[in-house]
């Protein structure tokens, strides 16, 4: 008795894993998006018919009812019976299979969902944009997105004020008031997070294909935005869009943390500006503090503690792990050029050019995710600038906050009576 199988499967993406036909097979045939093995099987049975042909699925042997009757006919005409794996158990002959076209009008339903199916992948293995409206600053061209010149500014100005005053409500705010867009912060983080905005393709499934447009977020940046992002998470809300470039820093001895809070003196209608706890546990409670002594005091520790602190620290190798993965993603941008030479001379068929450039594109995105969680090379570099006082005191207070953050993780007061110095916890 000879039984050979059909194994039809939408795409190469679509790796399904072999089915299990349940007995030993006489030949596989196996074709992916389109029929070509199919053809060459229904040739086959013509000299050498088997006794029967495996498949799983009916709608397996074409893309519409009218190609799957014909193809069923002709199985009959050969006389070779059919069995399908998974729809209903094993149907004896061809003559009842053929009983069941009359439902075959509900199978082109969903050989039309199965064909959108195989768009969609088709899409993302040449990179192109997924079905729907192009994001907030690009528009749709035919393959790929395009920068919108109305709107990708608004985009761009909301990413360079985040980048300089890292307050995602802050950014949020700003562009509602200098370009009367109005979005949710939910909407600010997607978008500070996309990374469509980075140049990169994203898919449901999770993929993301690299540079396939122009970026409006650049690596540098966005790398910069990943660590303003991961800084602000733990503090509250409030306190990480603060004015004050010591909100959200400072914890009192009593492990409380420290509010800032504004006391107008009447007589002079002037400002000063305290620091207290917020729930202090002590009895008689902690002192507040006046917020000028202790910014000039962390401006005076920043300069002595962060050279040291940097010295000592033991940096991985970050400049070695950049080298590394920097060559890994231009060994692959290498290969990736050459793809078209390989097509050009035959090397390679237009399908496996394509699916390997889709792997390359792929892998190369995740190289530069993991190149831009790196901290920034240069941390010495930027400690001996930063260790001068008037590098601080030349700032205005939203961006002394932005530079505290890069480096301070919180500010620790430690009393003694009515005295108090403070200690600095680094973020390295
Ligand atoms: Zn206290």
Redesign the pocket.
């Known amino acids: 008795m000879k039984i050979i199988a059909y194994l039809y499967r939408d795409t190469q993406a679509n790796q399904a894993k072999l089915p299990a036909w349940g007995r030993s097979l006489d030949r596989l045939y196996e074709d992916w998006g389109d029929r070509p093995q199919l053809e060459q099987l229904l040739q086959d049975c013509q000299h050498d018919p088997p006794d029967y042909l495996l498949v799983q699925q009916l709608e397996d042997l074409g893309d519409s009812a009218q190609i799957v009757s014909d193809r069923l006919h002709q199985l009959e005409q050969l006389g070779v019976s059919l069995i399908t794996t998974t729809a209903t158990a094993e149907m004896g002959t061809t003559e009842q299979m053929l009983h069941l076209l009359e439902h075959l009008h509900t199978l082109q339903t969903q050989q039309r969902s199965r064909r959108i199916r195989q768009g969609h992948a088709r899409n993302r293995i040449k990179a192109l944009p997924p079905p729907g409206k192009a994001p907030y600053g690009y528009l749709r061209s035919k393959d790929r997105y395009t920068l919108d010149r109305t709107t990708a500014p608004v985009v761009k100005d909301f990413f360079e004020h985040f980048l300089l005053y890292g307050s995602l409500r802050g950014s949020v705010r700003y562009l509602h008031k200098k370009y009367n867009k109005k979005i949710s912060a939910s909407t600010g983080k997607r978008w500070l997070t996309s990374p469509v905005y980075r140049g990169n393709l994203a898919y449901h499934d999770g993929a993301v294909v690299a540079n396939t447009h122009v970026p409006l977020l650049s690596r540098e940046e966005a790398a910069q935005v990943d660590r303003l992002l991961r800084r602000n998470h733990p503090l509250a809300p409030r306190t990480a869009s603060a004015p004050r470039s010591l909100a959200g820093l400072v914890q009192?001895?009593?492990?409380?943390s420290m509010t800032i809070t504004r006391v107008t003196a009447r007589s002079t209608a002037q400002e000063y500006l305290y620091l207290r706890?917020v729930a202090?546990?002590?009895q008689p409670?902690?002192r507040g503090l006046a917020y000028a002594q202790v910014l000039e005091q962390t401006i005076q520790r920043i300069c002595v503690d962060l050279p040291r602190a940097v010295a000592t620290t033991s940096m991985p190798d970050v400049d070695g792990m950049k080298q590394v993965l920097s060559a890994e993603i231009l060994a692959k941008q290498a290969i990736l050029s050459q793809l078209p030479d390989l097509l050009r001379t035959g090397v390679l068929d237009d399908e496996t050019a394509t699916l390997r450039s889709y792997t390359l594109r792929t892998d190369i995105a995740a190289l530069e995710a993991t190149l831009a969680q790196l901290p920034p090379v240069n941390l010495q570099a930027i400690a001996q600038t930063v260790s001068l006082p008037q590098f601080w005191l030349d700032l205005s207070e939203a961006e002394r906050r932005f530079y505290f953050r890069e480096f301070i993780r919180q500010i620790q007061i430690v009393r003694d009576g009515v005295d108090w110095e403070l200690r600095l916890v680094f973020v390295f």
């Open positions: 009192c001895e009593c492990q409380s706890p202090c546990p002590r409670k902690c």
